[in-house]
């Protein structure tokens, strides 16, 4: 406009940050309303963390249906919410049930010989796929999940969350309750264990190689 002198400072601005301070409320004060039991706080909480719950239970457990887990991992959450003694450290927390949860769920399929595993109990095999059905990517994941099944519980949650949920080893170790030390051992003995079963594998050894 002609004549204008008006400076950034008294220029308007776009606001892109929603003016209900609420939504930026941190962890310790959303914990104190869900103990308080004020309305909607557990809601927040649920929408704060759902998705973070799921994808680590989807990744923990492989390509399966995990509602029923999520909602475990809540109910668990909420029950015992009284014991967090940090409220600032309510995502670690809420990570360490769903380890546990999906822990659990891991001991319950293997004992039912279900997870990944076809009917008569041999292992699902990529010529079980239908040529319609098979798609290279989609079968390396499920190879790798079946090769999963064969390490155990505490070298399957390192490996997934190292590798692929991208913890930090100072995060893992906290979740775990153990070790800088004790966390680099164990996720060096999972990678070795999880490389050489996929190395020996058709199908995941060339993504092995793509990788080196």
Not at 172 to 180: E, F, I, N, V
Not at 191 to 200: D, E, G
Request: glycine share 4%; net charge positive.
């Amino acid at each position: 406009m002609a004549g204008s002198t008006g400076t950034a400072e008294n220029k308007p601005h776009l606001r892109i940050v929603s003016a209900d301070t609420r939504a930026e409320e941190d962890d310790a004060a959303l914990v104190a309303r869900v103990r308080a039991k004020e309305p909607a706080a557990a809601g927040r909480m649920w929408d704060r963390y759902a998705f973070l719950v799921r994808r680590l239970l989807r990744r923990m457990l492989g390509p399966v249906d995990v509602e029923d887990c999520v909602q475990d991992a809540f109910l668990r959450l909420f029950r015992d919410l009284r014991s967090l003694r940090d409220p600032s450290r309510l995502r670690s927390f809420l990570i360490g049930i769903a380890i546990h949860v999906a822990n659990s769920e891991l001991r319950k399929r293997r004992a039912k010989r279900w997870l990944l595993l076809t009917s008569d109990g041999a292992p699902l095999d990529s010529e079980a796929l239908t040529t319609d059905d098979w798609h290279e990517p989609r079968a390396a994941v499920l190879r790798l999940y079946q090769i999963l099944d064969r390490v155990s519980d505490k070298l399957r949650t390192v490996f997934v969350l190292r590798y692929v949920e991208g913890l930090e080893l100072s995060e893992l170790a906290t979740l775990l309750g153990c070790s800088l030390a004790t966390v680099k051992r164990r996720v060096a003995d999972a990678s070795t264990r999880v490389c050489a079963l996929a190395a020996a594998d058709p199908l995941l050894a060339p993504y092995l190689e793509a990788r080196s």
